[in-house]
């Protein structure tokens, strides 16, 4: 089976944007309307997507509640939607899963309080985020620097359903992506494991989608700049293998 793409979505504010490396002073506006592009995914074929409550994830509280409700309509029966940025509580997790929410993505949570994915993945689907630097995490918005290895997390948390791996040094730069290092986590656990930061042309979807058992492969900067569209990457994901 090839890699899925998982078009991701980042929203502020109701807006769509873009952070270099989570920088929220290096922030690109994009005018696209949310709910266009989740229909403009479904409609190239993409089976998930992937969306990033930027608000709630500097705050915890979060304006898009409304706007999130709306995204998982837009997605249709054929895709669905993790969302992350923010799940810090059993509560915030049961919330988005009221909203239709298919899976949760809890990254700085999960480091910080290893038993929540245990218990949020008793009623919804848990995605957990290895944010990292020279393959050790990076919490709190990455201004916290860990000594936890990505190895050491991915044997930690038995109940989650995927990783989600992301070199910050790469996100929002379309730089290329850590092969190496993927294809590392892809070894080392039984659990899915989505791969994000640097895509930046075809030819890294093609990279990305020659490892053998990765599961999906993020992108979010390169689509809404026009570098490729979703049908495209899809084409090249399903034509790797």
Same mark, same amino acid.
């Given at each position: 089976?090839?890699?899925?793409?998982?078009?991701?979505?980042?929203?502020?504010?109701?807006?769509?944007?873009?952070?270099?490396?989570?920088?929220?002073?290096?922030?690109?506006?994009?005018?696209?309307?949310?709910?266009?592009?989740?229909?403009?995914?479904?409609?190239?074929?993409?089976?998930?997507?992937?969306?990033?409550?930027?608000?709630?994830?500097?705050?915890?509280?979060?304006?898009?509640?409304?706007?999130?409700?709306?995204?998982?309509?837009?997605?249709?029966?054929?895709?669905?939607?993790?969302?992350?940025?923010?799940?810090?509580?059993?509560?915030?997790?049961?919330?988005?899963?009221?909203?239709?929410?298919?899976?949760?993505?809890?990254?700085?949570?999960?480091?910080?309080?290893?038993?929540?994915?245990?218990?949020?993945?008793?009623?919804?689907?848990?995605?957990?985020?290895?944010?990292?630097?020279?393959?050790?995490?990076?919490?709190?918005?990455?201004?916290?620097?860990?000594?936890?290895?990505?190895?050491?997390?991915?044997? #930690?948390?038995?109940?989650?359903?995927?990783?989600?791996?992301?070199?910050?040094?790469?996100?929002?730069?379309? #730089?290329?992506?850590?092969?190496?290092?993927?294809?590392?986590?892809?070894?080392? #656990?039984?659990?899915?494991?989505?791969?994000?930061?640097?895509?930046?042309?075809?030819?890294?979807?093609?990279?990305?989608?020659?490892?053998?058992?990765?599961?999906?492969?993020?992108?979010?900067?390169?689509?809404?700049?026009?570098?490729?569209?979703?049908?495209?990457?899809?084409?090249?994901?399903?034509?790797?293998?």
């Amino acid at each position: 089976m090839s890699a899925l793409l998982y078009p991701s979505i980042d929203v502020l504010g109701g807006d769509v944007v873009r952070l270099q490396q989570g920088d929220y002073d290096r922030v690109t506006n994009y005018a696209a309307s949310p709910t266009e592009l989740v229909t403009a995914y479904a409609k190239a074929g993409c089976r998930w997507l992937h969306v990033v409550d930027l608000d709630a994830a500097r705050s915890g509280d979060t304006p898009n509640l409304a706007l999130i409700t709306d995204l998982v309509a837009h997605a249709g029966s054929d895709m669905r939607v993790q969302v992350g940025g923010g799940v810090r509580s059993v509560d915030r997790a049961r919330e988005l899963h009221r909203l239709g929410v298919h899976r949760v993505v809890i990254g700085s949570a999960a480091v910080q309080n290893p038993p929540l994915v245990s218990r949020v993945a008793s009623f919804i689907p848990v995605c957990v985020g290895l944010d990292h630097r020279d393959g050790y995490l990076a919490t709190d918005g990455w201004t916290i620097q860990s000594d936890v290895s990505v190895t050491d997390a991915l044997d #930690t948390f038995t109940a989650a359903e995927a990783f989600l791996i992301t070199d910050i040094g790469r996100d929002g730069m379309l #730089t290329g992506p850590d092969l190496a290092g993927i294809a590392a986590a892809v070894n080392t #656990t039984k659990a899915d494991v989505i791969a994000s930061g640097g895509v930046g042309s075809l030819d890294d979807i093609t990279s990305l989608g020659m490892i053998t058992g990765l599961h999906g492969v993020i992108t979010g900067r390169a689509l809404m700049e026009n570098r490729f569209t979703a049908a495209e990457a899809i084409a090249v994901l399903e034509g790797t293998r």
